[in-house]
T-cell receptor, first 115, second 115 residues
């Protein structure tokens, strides 16, 4: 079974440009999460989809970030326009409930550098 | 608010040494889950263990063992007879309640095992 995949693995862009990150969850997982780790800090939650609906987007830093999950399969996270402080590693995770228990499985992350 | 503290930023050991990674958490909930993830150089976060707040039994899986103590709000991770392949960043994480719940991560501990 394929794990969570993310594309691209690395992205270097200039301030003001737009970048779109993609996440493909584990097949059959309804839950999809985005997290971000800024250099030297904790991994922080950004948002959570259940199928195609946004369940919780309280961690989104500002309106320059837009996440979508059309059709409840893969998800995209667009940053427009990118700022220097957006640099970091963006992780995607997916999960499926088993009873009341959930374990999130993570992808390899996308390393974003904004110059 | 929930919080996870991994006080050890970096640990260096020599192969075959035992090493313990500390994790202290804060939460107001009585029902919560604790996790450990491993991030090898390839970058993905690999799930290691999930423990719920009602199960304080220690767990052993091969060379890995976990010590959960609610009295001290700690969930420490010990690697016995460490190997070079154990070199990675290890993250402790907490989620509150059952149902949909985002993960709160510690800053991670980088473990370097030298031959």
């Amino acid at each position: 079974e394929a794990g969570v995949t993310q594309f691209p693995s690395h992205s270097v862009i200039e301030k003001g440009q737009t970048v779109t990150l993609r996440c493909d969850p584990i097949s059959g997982h309804d839950n999809l999460y985005w997290y971000r780790r800024v250099m030297g800090k904790e991994i922080k939650f950004l948002l959570h989809f259940v199928k195609e609906s946004k369940q919780d987007e309280s961690g989104m830093p500002n309106n320059r970030f837009l996440a979508e999950r059309t059709g409840g399969t893969y998800s995209t996270l667009k940053v427009q326009p990118a700022e220097l402080e957006d640099s970091g590693v963006y992780f995607c995770a997916s999960s499926q409930f088993s009873g009341s228990v959930e374990t999130q499985y993570f992808g390899p992350g996308t390393r974003l550098l904004v110059l | 608010a929930q919080k996870v503290t991994q006080a050890q930023t970096e640990i260096s050991v020599v192969e075959k040494e035992d090493v313990t990674l500390d994790c202290v958490y804060e939460t107001r909930d009585t029902t919560y889950y604790l996790f450990w993830y491993k991030q090898p150089p390839s970058g993905e976060l690999v799930f290691l263990i999930r423990r719920n707040s009602f199960d304080e039994q220690n767990e052993i899986s091969g060379r890995y063992s976990w010590n959960f103590q609610k009295s001290t709000s700690s969930f420490n991770f010990t690697i016995t007879a460490s190997q070079v392949v154990d070199s990675a960043v290890y993250f402790c994480a907490l989620s509150e309640n059952s149902g949909y719940s985002t993960l709160t991560f510690g800053k991670g501990t980088m473990l370097l095992v030298s031959p």
